[in-house]
């Protein structure tokens, strides 16, 4: 309760992206005025790239703690998340857990009479029933979260290619790629230049295991974000001498598309870039942000 009190007390108003914008409320983004435009941004129901004049690299730092902030659904309209939520928990309700179990790496339980599935999300056990979605342990789990897990459960997962690609190589991926390179491929590269046996230990603490890669990466890790989903995530340490800045790649296997939606894998890649950045100590974690 004290960690949300002090996110609640940090958080991002429509104030703070309005002294961002250039204030002349010119309508290009398609509200009529900048506090507008700010307003609608914080609350998730618009794009902030929708201002043209905004400057990206002045922007990025706000826009890493916004996408914290709105999946800890923080300023965000909780009527998004209880509709989808609510409609995603009618269509659980129809699915048969015994016989869904299997094939989504789950093993079926029932607790108190309700049909549930125990699976592992990064590296922690969690319980999925008609009704609810919660860890193992009994803590909270936060909304984005539990859309994710049913959709992982009401859409099935299908068997790997085993054949890894770029999120650039999916269909339709344009805009997803561009924030997968700003909140976490660019974020971690950042964040773990020149620290790879730091990153190489945060990301074995999530359930990562080294893999061999082309390209000569310093690491390559496979995250196991679902039983049936896993991702890779290949980095290239700076090289000072050479000017050479690092790099960060995630990799998704080729029938990704076939278990989740463009969306829910760009929110997984938040998630790993955010547990990943949590290991880093204070001042580092400065660092991870900027």
Known sequence: ??????????????????KLTPGTSCGECGLPTCLAFATQVIVGQADIDACPHLDREATEPFRVRLVEQQRAGIGVKREGFEKALSFLRREAAGCDFRQLAASLGARYAEIEGTPALRLVYLGKSLVATPFDVYWEEGEGISPWEKILVYNYLIGGAVRPSGRWIGMESLPNSVSKVKSLKAHCEGRLARCFSGKMDLLADAA?????HRVMEQGEPNLAVEIQVLPRLA????????????QFEARVKFLFDSRVLETLDLESLLFCCEQITERLSSFVGEHEHSHCHS
């Open 1 to 18: 309760m004290d960690e949300h009190r002090e996110r609640l007390d940090k958080r991002l108003t429509p104030i703070h992206l309005f």
């Open 204 to 208: 074995s603490r999530i359930g990562a």
């Open 231 to 242: 991702v890779r995530l290949l980095v290239w340490d700076e090289e000072p001498s050479e």
